[in-house]
């Protein structure tokens, strides 16, 4: 597929071979979903199974959490939490399941979704390298998702995500996301076996699984995204789920649908993401969805790094007015340690995206400073080129906007987010410095 030039119209989805732009940016309930281990005895730790930040040349630059801060951070107690050693470790009430097929996803003949489960499809997509996704979701019957913080939702106990990885038109992997007592989430990858009738749980993750490409995540990976996050499910929320069109499949979850069946504490508002300018709503919309768990404003990231590109229900008015506008054209960030030949002086450069460190990361794989580190061997095409129309569109910005958004501080991000991040100009580069993992 040839990308479209700057110059020329914007294309339409259908002109690009797909039925809807998200079909290219493609989904998920989150950028990875964290493998907490079993008790022993177990088969799990096999040597075959390797943590997969080990086998990254980047590996070195992430920063995991600690054993303390999984349990602070509201996935299980301190205990529950492994080092990527292999041992199996401690976890509250009985063990995770260690077969897909235990987990309430499917009926016995593993196609079939149980009674309970439903489907849905975010608006924007984690990009896990062309992988085909499906998801789906489990919700108590009776119990009401907490939305009186529309942009950070909390979810019942007994809230089940899903997500699935095909490859050619095979599983390869299923993700679960599961919502226990005392704000415990359960989290466990399981790879498809090759007959396709169960799945194992793998959560010391596994490279090239299945003898593809893809990487099932092990912990360490996982949780470097979802700790980040209030309540630790990514993308089923008002800004994901408020779709154009309401899906075809009747049993599938939207924001009005869950609004229209009482699923929610309080009613959404209404939500239009920039219907007159297609290139920045979707450009806006993957970094929400592949950079915007870790950087926004209750992410320990925001004490580090002055830029927050997580969208917000109450600034969606105008591109200009989002947090990802204010906090990024324009700003200033030093990538001398990590940047491509030396520094790249802002973070959006409005008409240059080679000058652009966002850009410059975000279009590139293997290097240290690229994003995100996790969960994708070679960057999405069509946003690349998407970006980069994007960030060209931004050579004349109002007049007004250079001097006042021209601080050293990023002042953009703490004027406009309300988010009591670190905006004290102390680390002002955009970017976390020690590589960690920023982007998810």
């Known amino acids: 597929m040839s990308p479209p030039s700057a110059a020329s119209t914007f294309p339409s989805p259908r002109s690009l071979g797909i039925e809807s732009l998200s079909a290219l940016l493609l989904s998920g309930c989150g950028v990875v979903i964290a493998c907490t281990e079993v ?5 799990l730790a096999a040597p075959a199974q390797v943590s ?26 301190a205990e529950a939490a492994d080092t990527g050693t292999g041992a199996a470790a401690t976890v509250p009430d009985e063990g995770i399941p260690t077969r897909l097929s235990e987990t309430g996803l499917f009926e016995a003949d593993m196609q079939t979704l149980a009674a309970g489960v439903r489907p849905y499809q975010p608006r924007f997509s984690l990009w896990s390298d062309g992988a085909d996704k499906r998801r789906w979701v489990f919700l108590p019957e009776g119990a009401q998702i907490d939305t009186s913080s529309m942009d950070y939702w909390s979810y019942p106990e007994g809230t089940r995500l899903y997500k699935e990885f095909s490859v050619n038109g095979v599983r390869v992997e299923t993700r679960l996301l599961q919502r226990r007592a005392n704000g415990v989430w359960w989290m466990m990858s399981y790879q498809w076996r090759d007959d396709q009738s169960d799945a194992d749980a793998v959560p010391n993750g596994v490279i090239n699984a299945s003898g593809t490409q893809h990487d099932i995540p092990s912990r360490e990976d996982c949780n470097t ?75 320990d990231v925001s004490s580090r790094v002055s830029m927050s ?12 007015e989002t947090p990802t506008y204010l906090s990024a054209v324009g700003q200033r960030v030093n990538l001398s340690l990590f940047g491509p030949q030396g520094e790249v002086p802002l973070l959006i450069a409005p008409g240059s995206p080679e000058g652009s460190a966002l850009f410059v990361r975000a279009s590139s794989r293997g290097e240290a400073y690229s994003m995100p580190p996790l969960s994708s061997k070679q960057a999405d095409p069509v946003i690349t080129e998407f970006m980069r129309q994007w960030i060209e569109s931004l050579a004349e910005p109002p007049a007004d906007e250079g001097s006042e958004d021209d601080g050293a501080d990023n002042a953009g991000t703490g004027g406009s987010d309300d988010d009591g991040s670190d905006d004290d100009g102390s680390d002002d580069d955009g970017f976390d410095d020690d590589g960690s993992d920023d982007d998810g």
């Open 39 to 43: 008790r022993p005895p177990s088969p």
């Open 52 to 77: 997969v930040a080990e086998n990254r040349a980047d590996a070195g630059s992430l920063s995991q959490p600690t054993p303390d801060e999984v349990g602070d951070a509201g996935v299980g107690p």
């Open 225 to 299: 995204c979802h700790l980040r996050m209030p309540d630790k499910a990514l993308g089923f929320s008002a800004i994901q789920l408020a779709q154009e069109v309401e899906p075809e499949d009747p049993t599938a979850w939207s924001l009005a649908r869950l609004q229209a069946e009482g699923k929610l504490t309080q009613a959404p508002p209404e939500i239009q993401l920039f219907p007159e300018n297609q290139l920045a709503r979707e450009v806006l919309g993957y970094l929400h969805a592949n950079c915007g768990h870790c950087h926004q404003p209750r992410s």
């Open 309 to 320: 590109l997580w969208l917000r229900t109450d600034a969606l008015g105008s591109v200009e």
